[in-house]
């Protein structure tokens, strides 16, 4: 068994995964196993994963059908046999040292979930934000650390224990796109140890886009919408689990709740009056922490004006 499992998702990527590959290929810490999954490209992306799995035994390479990234990232897990599973995406590429330092952090605390920080990327720019560190910390008290900067979401960012993984049956939603929106939160909360470094370990690659078409629309629409229904799983999930306080509910279902907010506002026409109708069905300021001064505020001006809220807040 490895120390850790990468699992690399593949789907026309060609012009990207052989930087991708090839910088997991250099890590300074070598006990390792990558799980690279063709998830029915198109592309000659599998000539390249047939490269790397001949030059280097730690490279195991699988096929499937295409199923979305959902699937495919649960068909590694279920081909994983690491102590730990890191997940990159297959246009981006790892520091050299990314997993030496998240052993040196596992070896010192034994925790369940490593978060690492990660550099944005674009034609123009490197940006890196800034983020809090923290050794062990409790589920409740990681999410409370991790929501003031809205830092869950890139499910890339984290190395996560497997047998904590398959303990707690995690499962992205098959089909959906924002499957990290819509697990990494829950996956923080339930966790007994979480440890956070501020070092800059992955490069996370904005690609340039072009003006938006009617195909790149429906995607947004997608991803939106998606980004829905993993809201109303998550509403079942943490009012089932008889394990989770009244705390870690009212936290959970705040975060979930201002997600979906946060993504009205990138929203425009009929996309954001359909969106935004959505919202209004699911009553949305129910979920809303109101234990401050200044969330009682926000929260009843997001009662009263939800599009005013959402436009300036």
């Known amino acids: 068994m490895s120390k850790f499992s990468i699992i690399v998702p593949v789907y026309n990527v060609e012009k990207y995964l052989k930087n991708c590959l090839e910088s997991i290929l250099n890590q300074s810490y070598e006990d390792f196993e990558v799980i690279v999954v063709n998830d029915g490209t198109k592309d000659n992306s599998q000539d390249i994963i047939d490269e790397f799995v001949k030059k280097d035994n730690r490279f195991k390479g699988f096929k499937k059908k295409n199923e979305g990234i959902a699937t495919t990232r649960n068909y590694g897990i279920n081909k994983a046999s690491g102590e730990y599973i890191v997940f990159v995406d297959s246009d981006d590429d790892v520091c050299e040292n990314l997993l030496e330092t998240i052993d040196e952090i596992i070896e010192t605390d034994k925790p369940d979930i490593v978060r690492f920080n990660a550099a944005t990327i674009d034609q123009d720019s490197k940006n890196v934000i800034e983020q809090e560190e923290f050794s062990n910390l409790g589920g409740l008290e990681a999410f409370k650390s991790l929501m003031k900067n809205d830092l869950f979401?890139?499910?890339?960012?984290?190395?996560?224990?497997?047998?904590?993984?398959l303990k707690n049956n995690f499962k992205f939603t098959d089909g959906l796109v924002h499957?990290?929106?819509?697990?990494?939160?829950?996956?923080?909360l339930k966790a007994s140890k979480v440890s956070c470094t501020n070092k800059v370990l992955y490069n996370y690659y904005v690609r340039e886009k072009s003006i938006m078409n009617d195909k790149e629309l429906e995607k947004l629409k997608k991803k939106a919408f998606d980004a829905l229904q993993l809201f109303d799983e998550n509403i079942v999930r943490i009012n089932e689990d008889k394990k989770v306080s009244k705390e870690e509910e009212a936290i959970f279902k705040s975060y979930m709740a201002n997600g979906l907010i946060t993504k009205c506002s990138s929203l425009d026409g009929d996309l954001f009056d359909e969106y935004f109708l959505e919202l209004k069905k699911?009553?949305?300021?129910?979920?809303?922490?109101?234990?401050?001064?200044?969330?009682?505020?926000?929260?009843?001006?997001?009662k009263l004006m939800p599009k005013y809220y959402i436009k300036h807040f």
Request: no cysteine.
């Open 153 to 165: 979401v890139a499910l890339w960012s984290y190395a996560f224990k497997r047998d904590y993984w």
């Open 179 to 188: 499957e990290d929106y819509g697990l990494t939160p829950y996956v923080i």
């Open 282 to 302: 699911r009553n949305l300021s129910q979920y809303l922490l109101s234990n401050t001064f200044g969330r009682k505020i926000k929260k009843l001006v997001y």
